[in-house]
Nanobody, 115 residues
């Protein structure tokens, strides 16, 4: 059974940092892409960062230079380092993987940035 479990969200002040983790398990097919998405209240879910099997990374324009995605295959984990956080970063953050052209999602972790 495929599982993605996020952790590390919380309440942080503007300018602060957080590290989100996603541990995944149960995959029998190779994962080709790992990503982090976020969804703010009343907004559509948007991709903020991704990393491929070849460790090629991409970032949304508004997080470039502030967020860093990485993965550790030995730990079956993917991470998102968030820094210089702004109130606009407040959202539920979801871990996503793609395997055999299928998307898999975690349950999400709340990040709240206060002034």
């Amino acid at each position: 059974q495929v599982q993605l479990v996020e952790s590390g969200g919380g309440l942080v002040q503007t300018g602060g940092s957080l590290r989100l983790s996603c541990e995944y398990s149960g995959f029998v097919a190779p994962i080709t892409t790992w990503a982090w998405y976020r969804q703010a209240p009343g907004q559509q879910r948007e991709r903020v960062a991704s990393i491929t099997k070849g460790d090629v990374t991409q970032y949304a324009a508004d997080v470039e230079g502030r967020f860093t995605i990485s993965r550790d295959s030995a730990k079956s984990a993917v991470y998102l380092e968030l820094s210089s956080l702004q109130q606009e970063d407040t959202a539920i953050y979801y871990c996503n993987t793609v395997a055999l052209n299928r998307d898999f999602w975690g349950q999400g972790t709340q990040v709240t940035v206060s002034s």
